[in-house]
């Protein structure tokens, strides 16, 4: 099955530093990869839809100079939380949908503790 | 109006009990639709897609009406593997939007 490779999956690192996240569609080609967080008990939240040679498109709320995303090729996309607080703490998820109406594949996911 | 609601419960069933989950949508137009399950810490997995005619896949059997724009999932004879969280999913043209998601406990 279609499969979505994310890295890395558990990340800590201090106040003020950047993190980069990279998601990868193995054996498909993604046009448009999405990106969500989930705090704890808390539903999956999209942050942004990444689209392939183009911007991203950031849902309302989530500060696009924050959460730079990079979609340079059709298999790979990346996050970049910039300048990382406390309270962007959460559990980072990417998906991609390799069509045929079989819905979304997800990354496994990254946790991200900023001391 | 959110375009997804779901009963986050929780839901605590003996095994082998049987269990119903609905998800309602705000979104007429919607056009497909999707349980997952997510267990802790893990990232969310395809259960199973769910089409106007229903669908069935052994005890889990998944439910579209969209006269009342709402989808089900049934679950019969619970394990205890069962336990997790599941998440409906209704996608609007390039647009999927998650419920928050129901969790399910099987007690022993």
């Known amino acids: 099955g279609a499969v979505v490779s994310q890295h890395p999956s558990r990340v800590i690192c201090k106040s003020g530093t950047s993190v980069k996240i990279e998601c990868r569609s193995l054996?498909?080609?993604?046009?448009?990869m999405f990106w969500y967080r989930q705090f704890p008990k808390q539903s999956l939240m999209l942050m942004a839809t990444?689209?392939?040679?183009?911007?991203?498109?950031?849902e309302q709320g989530v500060e696009k100079d924050k959460f730079l995303i990079n979609h340079a090729s059709l298999t790979l996309s990346t996050l970049t939380v910039t300048s990382a607080h406390p309270e962007d703490s959460s559990f980072y998820i990417c998906?991609?949908?390799?069509?045929?109406?079989?819905?979304?594949?997800f990354g496994s996911g990254t946790r991200l503790t900023v001391v | 109006r959110k375009e997804v609601e779901q009963d986050p419960g929780p839901f605590n069933v003996p095994e082998g009990a049987t269990v119903a989950f609905n998800c309602t949508y705000s979104?007429?137009?919607?056009?497909?639709f999707f349980w997952y399950r997510q267990d802790c810490r893990k990232e969310p997995k395809l259960l199973m897609s769910?089409?106007?005619s229903g669908n069935e896949d052994g005890r889990f059997t998944a439910q579209l009406n969209r006269a009342s724009q709402y989808i089900s999932l049934l679950i019969r004879d619970s394990k205890l593997s069962d336990s997790a969280t599941y998440l409906c999913?209704?996608?609007?043209?390039?647009?999927?939007?998650f419920g928050t998601g129901t969790s399910l406990t099987v007690i022993p």
């Open positions: 998906s991609a949908a390799p069509g045929g109406g079989s819905g979304y594949t």
């Open positions: 054996d498909f080609q993604a046009t448009t």
């Open positions: 990444s689209n392939e040679g183009s911007k991203a498109t950031y």
């Open positions: 979104n007429s137009a919607s056009q497909s």
């Open positions: 769910v089409y106007s």
């Open positions: 999913v209704v996608g609007t043209g390039n647009q999927f939007y």
